[in-house]
């Protein structure tokens, strides 16, 4: 019905599990393009430039500033994070649903610059949940958890920006949800402006 | 999550198959209350005071509006329509999603003082197809016909003010569709304030 793609953006306090709610859905629909950033952070074990982020050194990143080429950034402990501009709208164009997985400022940069966007908020059912998902991760030492759940409580701040919010209770029910938020979307009266004029001067020609 | 039930207007084209869609979702899914306006027009064949409309004399409708029992009322076609206040709030109260069936004038009245009410416009695949469904019905005479399709460009106009439009192609799946749209509702930030504020103090807390 409509031809465009949607942009959504996915943010949600460390530890949510926002990574495995997308994955699981990009597993099982093949209608989106997942969007991969640029950053200037170093690579953790096991990740792989290109899949998980672009990582490039900060003179690289500036330059892409300067060119234009991201259509957001942001720092975020001590580095920088960016989403670059080409992939994103090639992706929208072909009709592609586009998911950006980024933080909250990057979130409300985006929606400044394209109030289409959808950005979803993902949350644990609860702060302790939170806490225990952290812990139980264990990746991080105590003191980046503590980090990480302070941060939580300012990023919760900027949660009444989003759209939805998104309840991560189990992975499978939470996916399909995103995803039929996100197929709404192609549903909004805006998203179908062509449709509705055709529909009109169909109508005016009777 | 949210206890407050959705309050959803579903307009549409006469002939469009606002009627069957609902009764459609009704009958599958069970946390919907269906509002019935009041009216002063005749009941038609088969129709039953309390279950199409409440049938009421122009007088009764008058003491109704100076009561403010009704949340909106229009008139159309030398007629009065209008939605009794109190059967919808307490269904809302209740944790019912209430679905109002309702034309154009009525439901742009409900979104500027209800502007948390979602707006859903049913429409054929097309104006040829609009104009095949009226004279397939065969209730009304190619006059009545011809009216409906002049108002049907009229209300077209109004399109631009609602939140989703629906293309009713088959049923089963459009009504499938108008499910999932006010069920998303739920996951608005705008319903979810409680829990964001208490996941706020928990996270402070910490």
Redesign the interface.
Known sequence: ?SDQGILAVVSGFSGAGKGTLIRAMLDKYHNYALSVSATTRAPREGEEDGREYFFVSREKFQQMIEEEQLIEHAQYVNNYYGTPRQYVFQQMADGKDVILEIEIQGALKIKERFPEALLL?V?PP???E??RRLIGRGTENLDVIDKR??R??AE??G??S??????NDTVERCAE?MH??IQ?QH???SA??D??GQ??S?????
Do not use: G, P, Q
């Open positions: 019905m908020f949350t609860s702060a302790d939170l806490k759940l302070h939580a409580a919760a701040e949660i009444n989003y759209d939805y919010i998104l309840i949800e039929r938020l709404a549903r909004k009266v179908n402006l449709f509705i529909m009109k169909e109508l005016k020609a009777i």
